[in-house]
């Protein structure tokens, strides 16, 4: 469960930015769209994708970058966009059927015997030493895990957002493609509750991502997603807020140096949200106004 803490703080930063987005909502879909190519290469470099943002925007741009011929690799960058393009767009209530259609286009071009489809018996999957569900049991316990989401109060959105996200990645319903189409499921169920979309960051992967994986498939405990769900939430509200209230926005090195903080001390305050930090084609960033806290 998301502390009152976090929580006052994020209804705090949420309110800031919902009417921010009723007086600017051409700036806050602009936001959205710039981050489309970074939210694509965060999610494919998690499963080991080698293209940069650079190679993702080219691929975007309808351009074959230089020396780049994996073209699973093309493939994926394109088809994530298209699922996440198709996202924000979307006002369909979740479902099952809305997973399968995004995975359809995911793997479009890639898994075409698999695309748009559940595991069927047979199909066994193993990520590590995690093996995925029985797949005759796949349908129902991503309906038990749909059910469990919509029975959680309207104070425990993010918690339930982490909490199905575990559940869906330790299920693995698909034969491939899950990894990519849970991260997306997490922004439509945020988009879905009023919040701006995260990125999760592919960096430190294992141990700020999957090890949170880990531990809810060794003891039930979605605590460490809830909390790694609630930080990049709060960066991400700071970073919309930042972005259409602020002159200028400038490296927390920078700003660091202005205030006479060291770099690690005010990198550690970004990734624990303690400052409005955020980050921008993967480098943190912070309202050059900004001086909260500084002494």
Same mark, same amino acid.
């Given at each position: 469960?998301?502390?009152?803490?976090?929580?006052?703080?994020?209804?705090?930063?949420?309110?800031?930015?919902?009417?921010?987005?009723?007086?600017?909502?051409?700036?806050?879909?602009?936001?959205?769209?710039?981050? /489309?190519?970074?939210?694509?290469?965060?999610?494919?470099?998690?499963?080991?994708?080698?293209?940069?943002?650079?190679?993702?925007?080219?691929?975007?741009?309808?351009?074959?970058?230089?020396?780049?011929?994996?073209?699973?690799?093309?493939?994926?960058?394109?088809?994530?966009?298209?699922?996440?393009?198709? /996202?924000?767009?979307?006002?369909?209530?979740?479902?099952?059927?809305?997973?399968?259609?995004?995975?359809?286009?995911?793997?479009?071009?890639?898994?075409?015997?698999?695309?748009?489809?559940?595991?069927?018996?047979?199909?066994?999957?193993?990520?590590?030493?995690?093996?995925?569900?029985?797949?005759?049991?796949?349908?129902?316990?991503?309906?038990?895990?749909?059910?469990?989401?919509?029975?959680?109060?309207?104070?425990?959105?993010?918690?339930?957002?982490?909490?199905?996200?575990?559940? %869906?990645?330790?299920?693995?319903? %698909?034969?491939?493609?899950?990894?990519?189409?849970?991260?997306?499921?997490?922004?439509?169920?945020?988009?879905?509750?009023? %919040?701006?979309?995260?990125?999760?960051?592919?960096?430190?992967?294992?141990?700020?991502?999957?090890?949170?994986?880990?531990?809810?498939?060794?003891?039930?405990?979605?605590?460490?997603?809830?909390?790694?769900?609630? /930080?990049?939430?709060?960066?991400?509200?700071?970073?919309?807020?930042?972005?259409?209230?602020?002159?200028?926005?400038?490296?927390?090195?920078?700003?660091?140096?202005?205030?006479?903080?060291?770099?690690?001390?005010?990198?550690?305050?970004?990734?624990?949200?303690?400052?409005?930090?955020?980050?921008?084609?993967?480098?943190?960033?912070?309202?050059?106004?900004?001086?909260?806290?500084?002494?």
């Amino acid at each position: 469960m998301v502390n009152q803490v976090t929580h006052a703080r994020i209804e705090g930063l949420l309110r800031r930015y919902r009417d921010l987005a009723r007086e600017h909502p051409e700036a806050m879909s602009q936001i959205t769209l710039a981050e /489309l190519a970074e939210s694509v290469q965060q999610s494919n470099a998690i499963e080991n994708s080698t293209l940069t943002l650079d190679d993702t925007e080219q691929i975007l741009d309808g351009r074959l970058p230089r020396g780049k011929s994996n073209l699973r690799e093309i493939y994926e960058a394109k088809n994530l966009a298209a699922v996440t393009t198709d /996202l924000m767009s979307s006002a369909e209530p979740l479902s099952i059927e809305l997973m399968l259609r995004w995975h359809g286009m995911l793997l479009a071009g890639i898994r075409d015997d698999a695309a748009g489809r559940l595991r069927r018996a047979g199909e066994w999957v193993r990520v590590g030493g995690h093996v995925g569900a029985n797949p005759e049991f796949v349908w129902g316990l991503l309906s038990d895990a749909l059910t469990a989401r919509h029975e959680a109060g309207l104070n425990a959105k993010i918690d339930a957002i982490a909490r199905f996200h575990c559940e %869906f990645e330790i299920i693995h319903p %698909f034969v491939d493609g899950n990894g990519r189409i849970g991260r997306v499921l997490i922004n439509k169920q945020l988009q879905d509750a009023g %919040f701006p979309p995260i990125i999760v960051r592919a960096r430190n992967r294992q141990r700020d991502y999957y090890s949170l994986l880990a531990t809810y498939a060794r003891t039930g405990n979605h605590a460490g997603m809830t909390r790694l769900l609630s /930080l990049l939430v709060i960066e991400s509200l700071h970073k919309r807020i930042a972005l259409v209230t602020s002159r200028r926005v400038i490296p927390l090195s920078a700003w660091a140096k202005a205030h006479g903080i060291s770099g690690s001390i005010a990198t550690n305050k970004a990734k624990r949200q303690t400052i409005p930090a955020f980050r921008l084609r993967d480098r943190w960033m912070v309202a050059q106004e900004f001086a909260a806290g500084v002494h």
